[in-house]
């Protein structure tokens, strides 16, 4: 990813001057030991699947990754034309470590691994992500999942 202090002005300028919204609670609980964890990916480097569509800018949405996915049906769309691609192309688990929770699993090291992992655009206000944040939250407790790997993008 390329560093603010690398872009020509005109770009940084606006993205510093950009707000960093706070919240009123604070979502940090505790929970079992990792090795009884059911583990989660929640991405905003704007992973889809083969076929589905890709993200727009200011996409609010997100999308689901079936926990048996494979590297090669997925497909980054993240927008931004900053956004390296390398480390995605040479290994899904630089920013999407799916078969590194898998090891870990087998391992006993965490409990399990969930079914359904999320994406979403990253490019985008959080605050505007919000109900779509939501959404996801209600999945992942449907999932019975305590413990998500957050991957900023």
Same mark, same amino acid.
């Given at each position: 990813m390329v560093r603010l202090s690398d872009l020509p002005p005109n770009e940084a300028r606006p993205l510093a001057e950009l707000p960093c919204p706070t919240f009123e609670t604070s979502p940090w609980v505790s929970g079992p030991p990792l090795r009884e964890r059911r583990v989660a990916i929640v991405s905003t480097a704007g992973l889809h699947r083969l076929g589905e569509p890709p993200f727009a800018e200011g996409a609010t949405s997100y999308r689901v990754i079936p926990g048996r996915v494979k590297a090669s049906e997925l497909i980054m769309s993240h927008i931004s034309a900053n956004f390296d691609?390398?480390? /995605?192309?040479?290994?899904? &688990?630089?920013?999407?470590?799916?078969?590194?929770?898998?090891?870990? %699993?087998?391992?006993?090291?965490?409990?399990?691994?969930?079914? /359904?992992?999320?994406?979403?655009?990253? %490019?985008? &206000?959080?605050?505007?992500?919000?109900?779509? %944040?939501?959404?996801?939250a209600?999945?992942?407790?449907?999932?019975?999942? &305590? %413990?998500?790997?957050?991957?900023?993008?």
């Amino acid at each position: 990813m390329v560093r603010l202090s690398d872009l020509p002005p005109n770009e940084a300028r606006p993205l510093a001057e950009l707000p960093c919204p706070t919240f009123e609670t604070s979502p940090w609980v505790s929970g079992p030991p990792l090795r009884e964890r059911r583990v989660a990916i929640v991405s905003t480097a704007g992973l889809h699947r083969l076929g589905e569509p890709p993200f727009a800018e200011g996409a609010t949405s997100y999308r689901v990754i079936p926990g048996r996915v494979k590297a090669s049906e997925l497909i980054m769309s993240h927008i931004s034309a900053n956004f390296d691609r390398t480390g /995605f192309f040479r290994d899904l &688990n630089v920013l999407f470590p799916l078969d590194r929770l898998r090891e870990l %699993a087998r391992e006993g090291l965490i409990g399990s691994v969930a079914e /359904f992992h999320y994406s979403f655009m990253g %490019a985008t &206000n959080p605050l505007e992500m919000e109900s779509a %944040a939501r959404q996801v939250a209600g999945l992942l407790r449907g999932d019975e999942v &305590n %413990a998500v790997l957050l991957l900023p993008v």
